[in-house]
């Protein structure tokens, strides 16, 4: 219980971030799984949306010719005696018959031969000549009635007939039977392909296609008619459309097809559009909030790490001014009781105390300039300066203490004269310092540090390098962060703020130039900053010959180690 409490407190961060990413990564696989239903099941649904249409408009038509023969062919036996239709009289009622090229009756005349007689469908008195195609199929279609009329079977059928062994001549009759269910004769009509084709048809999906689409969706779908050879006889926009049509042969009219497609995207094109925008989008929320998620863990853990430097810092800190005041109060007390005689002990007891007390000048000033940088407070004084220059006063003025130190300064310089430089002359003085500084403390054993003054593509370089502990290669980043400090190997045990590189970073981005370091672990580092040179004028021409440090010549030694 105490070890889960304990895990769950050390690992906050990560236990937070995987209760937020797993219920999401549910939500996700969720929606992916419904989608794809989604994607299946309405394409599927379209698609039996377009036959249904396609079935209406077919129920259509075999209600237009059903309507026909119930308007028409509904013919008592007695107005067919073969003694009116030989005068002409027409069995047929006084309206029009539309979608029918000829109405016919077949029955016995009065010599007892089966004839056929012809009517105009508009003109119902109008008795039509023959034309032999038709009276031909008429035949074909009316012999098994004909047979059954002569042999006088009885009959029971309401319905009607189609035959359509003829093509051309469609036709639909039905029988005209007695009172005794005997047939008396036939009545029927050839179709008018045409008007089918033609009129009807492209009536009827006009009028059905708004209610069946609605919304203006009808837009987004072309319906055809296809005759017997294939043509489009009829389409409601023109075009070609996307993807499968879906097509059904009508009743009664075999050979002729209407079909229907989808004029933008196909049903499994919307569909999958549908699923793509839909998942895509899901994918982004759901990257977005892991992307939101990580950013907020990365600060939080980062300000929990800075917290922590900072405890650090203070007691570093503390301890760095602890140690040097408690000296320096020794030997002050020392020199004022006069315990110390002789001259040589007083003036190496003095040099102690300037340096401690330089040494708290530096870190103390390293401090405020961090806050002033923190506050955004910090200015710098740019002038025209010699960086050589500015370099070697830094030098002389820690001679001294490195010497104590027993440090050996190799300070090198080009033989040819620097270009001057537009800078903050104390502000790189400290960056200077805060490098030497860190060579010193990170030197270990190593008692040579060499200072290497150079010029490079418009840039002055001013290299500190040290034979030290080294840095490792992943902490070479983070150690110009603000409080960083190495916290393996040798580093632990030397104190300091972990404020100075990363005020040196800022010194010299100030001056737009940058720092680099270049570091093996055991055997040293070497860190340089590079500080953009300025545009030489005349003036500067004139006194480089005179007073820039940087003369030719051999190295010049700073410190010696005395033994
Ligand atoms: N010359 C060097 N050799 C080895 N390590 C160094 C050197 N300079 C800096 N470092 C590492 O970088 C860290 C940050 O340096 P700095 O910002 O000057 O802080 P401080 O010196 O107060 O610790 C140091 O703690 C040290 O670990
Ligand atoms: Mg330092």
Request: proline share 4%.
């Amino acid at each position: 219980m105490k070890i889960a409490r304990t895990f769950l407190k050390q690992h906050m961060l990560w236990v937070g971030f995987v209760a937020v990413i797993i219920p999401l990564l549910c939500i996700l696989a969720l929606q992916y799984w419904s989608l794809l239903k989604l994607e299946k099941t309405s394409s599927v649904a379209d698609k039996v949306w377009m036959k249904n249409y396609l079935s209406d408009v077919a129920t259509e038509v075999k209600y237009f010719y059903k309507g026909n023969v119930e308007q028409a062919l509904n013919i008592p036996a007695y107005a067919i005696t073969g003694e009116l239709l030989e005068k002409g009289k027409s069995p047929f009622g006084a309206c029009e018959v539309k979608g029918v090229k000829r109405l016919f009756v077949s029955a016995f005349d009065r010599t007892g031969e089966w004839k056929t007689y012809f009517y105009d469908p508009s003109c119902k008195t109008y008795q039509c000549t023959q034309i032999a195609s038709e009276a031909r199929a008429i035949n074909v279609a009316s012999a098994s009635f004909k047979m059954m009329g002569q042999e006088k079977t009885v009959v029971r059928m309401s319905g009607f007939t189609v035959d359509d062994r003829d093509p051309e001549n469609r036709i639909v009759m039905k029988p005209i039977l007695d009172e005794s269910s005997k047939i008396a004769g036939v009545a029927g009509f050839i179709i008018d392909v045409d008007y089918l084709k033609q009129e009807f048809l492209p009536q009827v999906i006009n009028t059905s296609l708004p209610v069946k689409f609605p919304d203006q969706t009808q837009d987004n779908v072309i319906v055809r008619v296809y005759d017997a050879r294939h043509n489009v006889v009829y389409a409601t926009k023109p075009g070609k459309g996307q993807g499968e049509e879906t097509m059904t042969g009508l009743p009664i009219v075999t050979d002729v097809y209407v079909a229907i497609q989808s004029r933008t995207m196909t049903p499994e094109q919307w569909a999958r559009w549908n699923f793509t925008v839909n998942l895509s989008l899901s994918i982004l929320m759901t990257t977005v909030l892991i992307g939101g998620i990580v950013l907020a863990l990365r600060t939080a853990s980062r300000e929990l790490k800075v917290s922590q430097m900072k405890t650090d810092f203070v007691s570093n800190v503390s301890h760095e001014l602890r140690t040097p005041l408690s000296s320096v109060r020794v030997f002050g007390e020392f020199l004022r009781l006069g315990r110390v005689s002789e001259p040589e002990k007083i003036r190496e007891y003095g040099q102690y105390i300037e340096t401690e007390s330089r040494r708290l000048t530096q870190l103390i000033n390293n401090i405020l300039d961090f806050s002033k940088i923190e506050s955004g407070r910090k200015t710098y004084q740019f002038e025209r300066a010699d960086v050589g220059e500015v370099i070697a006063d830094t030098l002389k003025t820690l001679e001294v203490q490195l010497k104590q130190n027993g440090f050996q300064i190799i300070f090198e310089a080009p033989d040819s004269p620097l270009p001057p430089a537009v800078i903050d002359a104390d502000a790189v003085a400290q960056a200077f310092m805060n490098l030497l500084d860190n060579a010193v403390k990170y030197s270990a054993s190593a008692k040579e540090i060499n200072v290497r003054l150079d010029q490079e593509e418009g840039f002055i370089c001013l290299s500190v390098t040290d034979h030290g502990i080294g840095i490792p290669r992943e902490e070479q980043e983070k150690i110009f962060d603000k409080f960083y400090r190495v916290s393996t190997g040798l580093v632990h045990d030397v104190k300091g703020s972990g404020l100075g590189l990363a005020l040196v970073k800022h010194i010299v981005e100030a001056h737009h130039g940058k720092v680099t370091v270049t570091s093996e672990p055991g055997r040293g580092s070497s860190f340089t900053i590079h500080l953009p040179a300025a545009k030489i004028t005349g003036e500067d021409a004139k006194s480089q010959g005179t007073n820039n440090v940087a003369k030719s010549g051999p190295p010049l030694v700073l410190g010696y180690k005395d033994s």
